[in-house]
């Protein structure tokens, strides 16, 4: 492993806005998010697979009133979110290193609002692995809340098009689902909702100057 990425291990293990955690156990926090790590009542978004965690950080400067938790594996990634957090003196930002895959030990029911899926892994050959599949969203069901959301933007047609099937089958309930987010679906979004979408993630950037188009859909399961 590079010297770098040692480094920035050992120093997310300093940050006051990082928790790193055990995959399978129960967490003992669970529940108290919101008293015991956030210190405050507001209510809680997740940023599942946040990589350097650009929504995290760009929704909580947009959104004082919630609280914002990006999740990642890697560390050396949620680094550069947590410090970016840290610097700008935010207490509605937090990031947790863990295994998406044991979610569910994390979040009592309904203690969390709504979901965001940043350009989620497309796992090609193993549907049971998209954050959007069956297995997936019934973890979700066991934390978020009645009525809440979960916004998927992703380059993947892949990941897209599995995800609008699921929503469909399920019936889920769908806000807003776009295959080109930055085309004429522009039109229909408010100057704040245009903001939201201008923050872009590591691998949006990436995946743009290679040309891919972007694609978003936003439901309720
Ligand atoms: C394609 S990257 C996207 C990162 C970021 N959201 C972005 O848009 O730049 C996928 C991210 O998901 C994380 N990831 C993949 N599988 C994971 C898992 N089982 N648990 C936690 N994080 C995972 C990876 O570490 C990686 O940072």
């Known amino acids: 492993m590079g010297k770098d990425k040692l480094w920035r291990f050992s120093e997310i293990k300093r940050f006051t806005n990082v928790t790193e955690a055990p995959f399978s156990e129960t967490f003992p926090q669970k529940g108290k998010w919101k008293e015991e790590i956030f210190k405050n009542d507001k209510p809680i978004v997740l940023e599942l697979g946040c990589g350097k965690g650009e929504y995290a950080v760009g929704l909580g400067e947009m959104f004082p009133e919630k609280n914002f938790l990006g999740i990642d594996i890697k560390g050396n990634r949620i680094y550069i979110g947590a410090k970016k957090a840290l610097e700008k003196k935010m207490d509605n930002v937090q990031f947790l290193r863990t295994r998406?895959?044991?979610?569910?030990?994390?979040?009592?029911?309904?203690?969390?609002?709504?979901?965001?899926?940043?350009?989620?892994?497309p796992q090609p050959k193993k549907?049971?692995?998209?954050?959007?599949?069956?297995?997936?969203?019934?973890?979700?069901?066991?934390?978020?809340?009645?009525?809440?959301?979960?916004?998927?933007?992703?380059?993947?047609?892949?990941?897209?098009?599995?995800?609008?099937?699921?929503?469909?089958?399920?019936?889920?309930?769908?806000?807003?689902?776009?295959?080109?987010?930055?085309?004429?679906?522009?039109?229909?979004?408010?100057?704040?909702?245009?903001?939201?979408?201008?923050i872009k993630t590591h691998y949006e950037e990436l995946f743009a100057s290679k040309g891919s188009i972007i694609k978003y859909c936003c439901f309720e399961i």
Do not use: M
Not at 100 to 121: H, Q, R, Y
């Open 100 to 121: 998406v895959d044991f979610i569910e030990n994390f979040f009592e029911e309904g203690e969390i609002d709504e979901i965001w899926l940043t350009f989620s892994d």
């Open 127 to 198: 549907p049971r692995k998209r954050l959007t599949s069956p297995l997936f969203i019934s973890r979700y069901k066991n934390f978020l809340k009645k009525n809440g959301l979960i916004h998927v933007k992703t380059d993947s047609d892949i990941l897209f098009e599995y995800t609008e099937e699921q929503i469909k089958e399920e019936g889920y309930k769908c806000h807003a689902l776009t295959w080109d987010l930055y085309g004429s679906f522009q039109n229909k979004l408010t100057n704040s909702e245009k903001e939201i979408f201008n």
